[in-house]
């Protein structure tokens, strides 16, 4: 086969001939549409209840805060952050008080929602995601990205800072104790350094704990994914194609597990219990029926805005949401979905993508479902699955974006970007790839602008190429128009976040760290502002692309192939195999102490 | 009839020439004539008429234009005296005289005309064949109709048209469709009936894919050198044939990144089938013809 196609380009070759390549993927040519302010990725999870059944929704894209009285279906107060504070996770207290974790901020906004104030806000540390109120004494927890966990009393001061590990989530507190989840690798740690891991299958691993919270009955449950551990291809021949399906899976059969699938674990006295969803999409938050025996999950997807319909509005939509599509899941993959809890199976509800971009979901006192979306943004209140569902509308300007559509619109693989890039930074995972080895999940918040070549082995030229190779061919996406991918691409180097820095570390070791960077070199390679990702260099004999240093610490495991588990790890293999001096003990506790700091 | 047209001619001839008659006695007079008086080129069939009459009686009393008057020693001879006379007027609708409408009548039955030599023979041959074509790494049934006008053995103009239908057919449905013309110079083995032909043709390559968002059309060009040899009896006959082809343009299919469908411009074939030709007369004689004629 490779003989007789070598004759026919030599062939070609000499008849100085041309070839027509015919793309079949489908080309999405729908114009361009850009927020004024672009959204930044979805982290989900940004709803609920207090017991007065009011639901408090955080909205990220706009910077606000909704206070909603569900009894009345009315929306009480929108309460304006500053921009960029990005609020997220939102826990209420027994004195009534919201407490809301800012991102973009870096720390935390106290909420009066009677009074639709903010009452306190205070900085803790860079990208904070979880937050839980300790019942005993009202004193607040706050998980930070980099490892820290915060605790304040319930008058904001902060008693107690805890180095962890990185890339905390959510906390628990159960039966008094608290815990942390750890987002990529879907753990679970205690403060005892007790550490919860889910069971990994043959052929499977747990990972990318988007939601961990405390069931009615005590347990711990955690929405996550499972990623494959299954060779995967990356050019497969036609025959292996699957039907409507592409090189990373999905078609025409929807019964089937996807290599990336959303699972719900459940952690308790009788042990740990995983339910896989088949033909799942990304899922960012979920939450029990108060019976326990359905969970309802949050499918963004994406939603692109439709005109305005000429029947009038009012706050109950005419049968256009509901339960009423028993099936699969539909193109954009955005739904509100319900499942038995202890069980799935190909046909699900869904509510066919008219509730709206939905990133999180809640039962409220009266058993009712409520899910926000982003885009519109707009509350859903179901009394059950089959009645039309009571929308309050939020309002505030559309955050619509192309870039952060193609970002989180599903691929006939079932896959989206955000599937292996949640948050908008990296799974975590190890792929292997036929013939090409383990390649662990590259980052996306360090900032790839001026990083081209892009990919571990620097084969992907330009972001053009990537998106064509990546999301169309091997995912199963749609090609994108020029216009499109340009927009894409621009909402992709934005998403660059601060650095890691939470400016609590040992300044001399700092310093020292950064003279033993250059002192072994490192800086050859990784040079220029991103501290690295603009060439491609051999070590131990094989060419790499040489990654930013931005963000390093947050994103392990580390190297091509995750080889290295911990930053100490990653930089006593870089020293043993590129530095021209030896590293001692020391050495890498320096030089780790600095790599902290980018 | 041979021998009443002899006798007319010779009756006419005599009745012309007679001094009596001087020439200017009217033909419808009695007019006597006698034998001696006849001259000797015509005494010959009247007399071979004498001896052929000998047993018949003679006609009396009848008056026929160019009859002479029977005298003793003409009913003697035995000459018709009932007035079918070879020259008589006579009905053309009688149905009693024949053989008389067509005067030479019809003969012996002629040669068939000779066939044109092949170079010369001009005609339309009509070809139809089926078979596989390659295009490298692919295999796939064609079907070829060519029309050629020209000199049975020589240069003829031709036209031809093609289906090549891939069988694979999961992600595109594709028809080629190459289409030329050109000439074509045909020429005989020997002396039998088998001739071998080579083209050249120019034209293009219509592509038609079917795939899920429609149909899409690619125009190229493409020549095609067809090799065949054909054995022809009357005007049908067996063709075997090579189909050369290239379309200047490689075509590549793919989805989600992999190839599903390709072809390279290059192809080869092998047809067979039938032609039909039809006559279409002499081919005019060329200068270079007629010298060879000459010589």
């Known amino acids: 086969m490779t003989r007789t196609r070598t004759l026919g380009v030599l062939l070609l070759a000499l008849g100085g001939c041309s070839e027509d390549v015919i793309d079949l993927d489908p080309l999405d040519t729908t114009p361009v549409v850009e927020a004024s302010v672009r959204p930044a990725p979805i982290v989900g999870g940004t709803l609920t209840i207090t017991a007065s059944n009011q639901a408090i929704a955080a909205d990220p894209d706009r910077d606000v805060v909704y206070v909603v009285d569900l009894n009345a279906q009315a929306l009480r107060h929108a309460i304006a952050l500053e921009p960029g504070d990005q609020p997220g996770r939102v826990v209420v207290g027994a004195d009534g008080r919201a407490h809301v974790v800012l991102r973009g901020f870096g720390g935390l906004a106290t909420i009066d929602p009677d009074a639709g104030v903010v009452t306190s806000r205070q900085r803790l540390c860079p990208e904070p995601r979880g937050v839980a109120v300790h019942e005993t004494d009202g004193s607040l927890y706050v998980a930070c990205s980099g490892g820290a966990l915060v605790h304040l009393s319930s008058a904001g001061e902060e008693l107690e800072r805890r180095e962890l590990e990185p890339d905390l989530r959510d906390v628990l507190i159960v039966d008094g104790a608290v815990m942390v989840s750890v987002f990529r690798e879907a753990a679970i740690v205690g403060l005892d350094g007790a550490r919860i891991e889910l069971p990994e299958g043959p052929d499977d691993a747990a990972h990318v704990a988007w939601r961990t919270w405390v069931t009615a009955d005590g347990e711990i449950a955690m929405l996550h994914q499972v990623a494959s551990k299954k060779p995967v291809p990356i050019d497969p021949d036609p025959d292996e194609l699957p039907p409507g399906g592409s090189a990373y899976g999905g078609g025409d059969d929807p019964c089937q597990f996807g290599l990336v699938s959303a699972a719900v674990t459940t952690i308790g006295s009788e042990g740990v219990h995983t339910t896989t969803l088949m033909n799942s999409r990304l899922t960012v938050d979920a939450a029990f029926s108060p019976d326990g025996e359905r969970v309802a999950l949050a499918v963004p997807g994406a939603v692109r805005p439709e005109p305005p319909s000429d029947d009038g509005g009012g706050n109950r939509l005419n049968g256009g949401v509901g339960f009423e599509d028993f099936g699969f899941l539909g193109e954009s993959g955005s739904t509100l979905r319900v499942e038995p809890k202890d069980g799935t199976e190909c046909f699900t509800f869904t509510s066919d993508g008219e509730a709206g971009q939905v990133t999180a979901v809640a039962y409220d006192t009266s058993g009712r479902l409520v899910s926000q979306s982003r885009e519109p943004a707009r509350l859903l209140i179901m009394d059950d699955e089959w009645s039309p569902p009571a929308v309050i509308e939020l309002g505030g300007e559309s955050r619509f974006d192309t870039g952060h559509e193609i970002f989180h619109r599903a691929t006939d693989s079932g896959l989206s970007c955000a599937s292996c890039h949640p948050e908008g930074t990296d799974d975590g995972h190890v792929w292997e790839f036929d013939d090409l080895g383990p390649r662990r999940t590259q980052a996306l918040d360090v900032g790839l602008r001026d990083t081209a070549p892009f990919h571990w082995d620097g084969d992907m030229e330009t972001f053009d190429t990537l998106m064509s190779e990546v999301l169309a061919h091997r995912m199963g996406g749609k090609r994108q128009s020029p216009e499109r991918a340009d927009s894409f691409t621009r909402w992709v180097f934005d998403q660059q976040r601060p650095a890691a820095d939470d400016g609590r570390g040992d300044a001399a070791l700092v310093a020292q760290g950064e003279a033993l960077f250059a002192a072994h070199a490192c800086d050859k390679c990784h040079d220029g502002p991103a501290l690295g990702g603009q060439r491609t260099e051999r070590v131990s004999g094989v060419a790499k692309q040489v990654p930013t240093l931005r963000r390093v610490s947050l994103h392990p495991p580390f190297m091509h192939d995750g080889r290295a588990h911990t930053l100490e790890d990653a930089v006593r293999d870089m020293i043993d195999t590129t530095s021209p001096i030896a590293g001692s003990d020391a050495d890498v506790e320096a030089l780790t102490a600095y790599l902290r700091t980018l | ?295």
Request: glycine share 10%; net charge positive.
């Open chain 2, 1 to 295: 009839m041979l021998h009443l047209l002899a006798i007319a001619i010779a009756s006419a001839a005599l009745a012309l020439t007679s001094p009596a008659a001087g020439g200017d006695a009217p033909l419808d007079g009695p007019t006597e004539v006698t034998t001696e008086s006849a001259p000797a080129a015509v005494a010959a069939p009247l007399e071979a008429h004498r001896h052929a009459s000998a047993s018949a009686p003679p006609a009396v009393d009848v008056a026929s234009p160019l009859l002479f008057n029977p005298g003793p020693s003409d009913a003697a001879l035995g000459l018709p005296k009932s007035g079918a006379a070879p020259l008589d007027r006579r009905d053309p609708a009688a149905a009693d005289f024949p053989e008389l409408r067509v005067p030479f009548g019809a003969g012996p039955e002629l040669p068939p005309a000779p066939r044109p030599a092949p170079r010369e023979l001009r005609l339309l041959r009509l070809d139809l064949m089926t078979g596989p074509v390659w295009r490298l790494e692919s295999t796939e049934p064609t079907v070829q109709g060519s029309v050629e006008f020209g000199r049975a053995q020589g240069l003829s103009a031709g036209l031809f048209a093609s289906v090549i239908v891939a069988p694979e057919r999961q992600f595109v449905g594709v028809l080629d469709a190459p289409v030329g013309v050109g000439p074509v110079l045909r020429g005989r083995l020997r002396e039998r009936s088998i001739y071998g032909s080579v083209g050249l043709s120019a034209g293009v390559m219509i592509h038609r894919a079917r795939i899920d968002s429609g149909v899409i059309h690619r125009v190229d060009p493409d020549l095609q050198l067809p090799l065949k040899v054909a054995f022809t009896a009357q005007n049908v006959g067996f063709t075997l044939a090579v189909l050369n082809g290239f379309s200047f343009r490689g075509r590549t299919y793919e989805r989600r990144g992999v190839t599903v469908w390709s072809r390279f411009p290059y192809r080869v074939g092998v047809a067979l089938g039938v032609h039909f030709d039809v006559e279409a007369g002499a081919a005019r004689t060329r200068s270079g013809d007629r010298r060879r004629l000459r010589s």
